[in-house]
C-alpha cells in the first residue's frame, strides 16, 4: 500500500510593524518546525485522522529565527516570526511569490493595517505579544494575568430567569 504523500496544513497570517503571526490550524502533537531567515518549515501528522501535513513557506523578507518561535497550542500552533527589518514598510504578502498558495489566507482576528498602527492612541491599547499571550501575562505584569481591563457591554446584564 503506497503512503499518502503529504499536503499543506491550513494556514492563518498576519502581521505588524515588527513581526508575522502565522498558525498552523492543525492538531499535531510533535510536529517538525524550522524557522529559518528566508521560510518556515512546518511537518506533522494530524492527531485526529492521522493525515500528514507538510509545507515550505518562502518568506516575502528575512526574520530573525533566534527571537522567534512558536508554540502548540493543542488545536492549532501559533507562530511569531520578528522581522528583520524593524523599520521597513508591510509586507505586500507573506511570500515571494505572486500567486496567493491555498492553503493561506489573512487572520483577521489578528491583523492590523499599517495605516491602524500608525495612528496615535486610536483603536485602544496595542495587543499583547504573542509570547506574554502564551505565558498567560498582562502588558503591566507579564507573569500574571489581568481581566480588570476588559470593558462591560450590555450583553453583561442580568437576564430574567426561564419559566
Not at 11 to 34: C, G, H, M, Y
Not at 147 to 155: G, V, Y
Amino acid at each position: 500500500m503506497a503512503s499518502e504523500s503529504p499536503v499543506p496544513p491550513p494556514v492563518l497570517w498576519a502581521q505588524r510593524k515588527e513581526n508575522i503571526f502565522l498558525t498552523f490550524s492543525v492538531e499535531s502533537k510533535d510536529p517538525d518546525i524550522k524557522i529559518e531567515k528566508d521560510s518556515v518549515h512546518f511537518k506533522g501528522i494530524s492527531a485526529q485522522d492521522n493525515k500528514k501535513y507538510e509545507v515550505i513557506i518562502p518568506l516575502f523578507d528575512a526574520v530573525v529565527p533566534e527571537t522567534s518561535g512558536f508554540v502548540n497550542k493543542g488545536r492549532c500552533i501559533e507562530m511569531l516570526l520578528r522581522k528583520e527589518k524593524e523599520d521597513a514598510p508591510y509586507w505586500p504578502s507573506l511570500t515571494k511569490d505572486k500567486k496567493k498558495p491555498h492553503y493561506l489566507k489573512i487572520d483577521f482576528n489578528k491583523w492590523k493595517d499599517e495605516d491602524d498602527e500608525n495612528e496615535e492612541g486610536g483603536g485602544g491599547e496595542e495587543p499583547l505579544d504573542l509570547f506574554q499571550m502564551l505565558s498567560g501575562g498582562s502588558k503591566d505584569n507579564p507573569a500574571k494575568p489581568s481581566f480588570d481591563d476588559l470593558e462591560s457591554d450590555s450583553d453583561d446584564e442580568n437576564l430574567p430567569d426561564l419559566e
